[in-house]
């Protein structure tokens, strides 16, 4: 539960890599579990740190993020999509709580943990409070406030 966590974190996050780095290097072992899982992948290019390793990948044309735990099992894949993409009932759910302008979308991802639960997670600026939330929305629309973090002004 901690790795499904620290990846969703990471993936609302735009991917950043935030931890220290180790390498583009990956262990046989991980990189044996991602070529079976993403057999048609492309462009692989790998990031890790003390929690997991992230392959950055292009899949049927989409930019890709796959997190691995160094044993060779998946935490969970992740990628944008558009918010029009969501399941009804969470696009419904979505809209009505979180009206534009007053909450400016910042990013969409549909997240896909290890037992093929998928959940998507947005992130949107709140104009009236400066922070920036996070929802994370199942694809039944149930709907969760995973963080709040404020706003940095450039």
């Not at 966590?5 to 072992?29: I, Q, W």
């Not at 392959?55 to 992740?78: K, R």
Request: net charge neutral; with cysteine.
């Amino acid at each position: 539960m901690k790795n499904v966590v620290l990846v969703a974190l990471a993936t609302v996050a735009l991917f950043s890599n935030a931890h220290a780095s180790h390498g583009n290097e990956v262990s046989l072992v991980v990189s044996q579990a991602f070529h079976t899982e993403f057999a048609d992948a492309q462009n692989v290019h790998w990031d890790s740190n003390d929690d997991f390793a992230k392959a950055s990948f292009t899949l049927n044309g989409e930019n890709v993020y796959a997190y691995y735990n160094y044993d060779g099992s998946i935490v969970g894949s992740s990628k944008k999509i558009a918010l029009n993409k969501l399941p009804e009932a969470a696009l419904r759910n979505f809209t009505k709580k979180y009206p534009f302008p007053i909450y400016n979308l910042k990013d969409c991802i549909e997240f896909t943990d290890a037992d093929g639960e998928t959940n998507y997670f947005i992130s949107l600026d709140d104009i009236m409070s400066n922070k920036r939330i996070i929802i994370k929305i199942s694809t039944d629309g149930n709907m969760y406030l995973f963080k709040k973090l404020s706003i940095t002004k450039r």
